[in-house]
């Protein structure tokens, strides 16, 4: 037997990779009986039948599972943003990165176009996410800039993209995946348009080892159902900070004797991420006040 990750479905074969080989699989009967349902993502464990076909004989623990899209162990997000079409809008990006850890997902930040953009202003946008413990990757899916930064950080996981339509999330698939064409525009026209939403994902194998998903992260960037708690743990730059808060659930909000607020007002921390934090932290408490 083999082990082999689901790349595609259709209807009711798969697509399993094995070693760069694929496979057309289908599941065992018993998974019907079972009501397992084998999803792109999925590890796989696969009989082979002949050079082409195999049978899908068990599926390995999920680690993750997103929803809309369905796709199966998703580990990273790539958060694509821009600094000149669209605008910077870091209040988006640290709400793309928000929802992306809440989804388990460990984000990249990806700052395309940088053509467009003076390399001191690239740093000075990136250098407090990586600060913070982020990884943040300076492109140009056009001029092909950066891009083995970012192919290394997609090495050996399944990431999707995340951001903005038009910031160039197709461009640099294509630039990413030498033979594949998708049409740029083609990753962001998906999202939460009813035509597009009966398509399945598909997963691309990167050349290093590791996969893309062709379809966005995520269609929605909604915190609803989401704590005040849980917010504050996505923010690694307070985690070694909070030691020294005098409560322990402090939110480094409207707490007195708060060592982040202290750390903010010191200029030890990024102004801007801890001001954007408490916008985000705002509209949250309102959420759970309306619960
Ligand atoms: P998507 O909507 O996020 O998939 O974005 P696309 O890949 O369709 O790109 C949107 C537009 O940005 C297209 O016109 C691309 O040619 C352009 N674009 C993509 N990457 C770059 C880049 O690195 N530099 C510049 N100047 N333009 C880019
Ligand atoms: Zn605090």
């Known amino acids: 037997m083999e082990i082999g990750r689901v790349v595609r479905a259709n209807s009711n074969i798969y697509t399993v990779d094995s070693a760069g080989r694929e496979y057309q699989c289908k599941p065992r009967g018993r998974f019907r009986v079972e009501g397992q349902r084998v999803m792109v993502g999925d590890l796989v464990r696969i009989t082979v039948i002949s050079d082409r076909e195999g049978v899908i004989e068990d599926i390995l623990p999920r680690r993750t599972c997103l929803d809309r899209p369905q796709i199966a162990n998703v580990d990273q997000a790539v958060v694509v943003f821009t600094a000149s079409t669209p605008p910077l809008?870091?209040?988006?990006?640290?709400?793309?990165?928000?929802?992306?850890?809440?989804?388990?997902?460990?984000?990249?930040?990806?700052?395309?176009?940088?053509?467009?953009?003076?390399?001191?202003?690239?740093?000075?946008?990136?250098?407090?996410?990586?600060?913070?413990?982020?990884?943040?990757?300076?492109?140009?899916?056009?001029?092909?800039?950066?891009?083995?930064?970012?192919?290394?950080?997609?090495?050996?996981?399944?990431?999707?993209?995340?951001?903005?339509?038009?910031v160039g999330k197709s461009s640099l698939a294509n630039a990413l995946l030498p033979g594949v064409q998708l049409r740029t525009g083609e990753v962001s026209a998906r999202i939460g348009r009813g035509r597009h939403t009966t398509r399945t994902v598909q997963l691309l194998a990167l050349p290093g080892g590791g996969f893309i998903a062709d379809t966005p992260g995520f269609t929605s960037l909604e915190l609803t159902g989401m704590t005040?708690?849980?917010?504050?743990?996505?923010?690694?730059?307070?985690?070694?900070?909070?030691?020294?808060?005098?409560?322990?659930?402090?939110?480094?909000?409207?707490?007195?004797?708060?060592?982040?607020?202290?750390?903010?007002?010191?200029?030890?921390?990024?102004?801007?991420?801890?001001?954007?934090?408490?916008?985000?932290?705002?509209?949250?408490?309102?959420?759970?006040?309306?619960?």
């Open 89 to 166: 809008d870091l209040q988006l990006v640290d709400r793309f990165l928000v929802v992306a850890q809440r989804a388990g997902l460990t984000p990249v930040l990806c700052l395309n176009k940088i053509d467009q953009l003076d390399p001191e202003d690239c740093d000075r946008i990136l250098a407090p996410y990586r600060r913070a413990g982020f990884t943040a990757v300076g492109v140009s899916a056009r001029l092909e800039m950066g891009l083995i930064d970012l192919g290394a950080a997609l090495r050996d996981h399944i990431s999707v993209f995340a951001g903005l339509s038009g």
């Open 228 to 291: 005040r708690v849980e917010v504050k743990r996505l923010y690694p730059e307070f985690a070694g900070l909070e030691a020294g808060c005098r409560f322990a659930n402090c939110l480094h909000w409207r707490e007195p004797a708060c060592a982040v607020k202290a750390a903010y007002e010191a200029g030890e921390i990024d102004a801007g991420r801890y001001e954007r934090y408490v916008a985000i932290l705002e509209e949250v408490a309102a959420n759970e006040r309306r619960y």
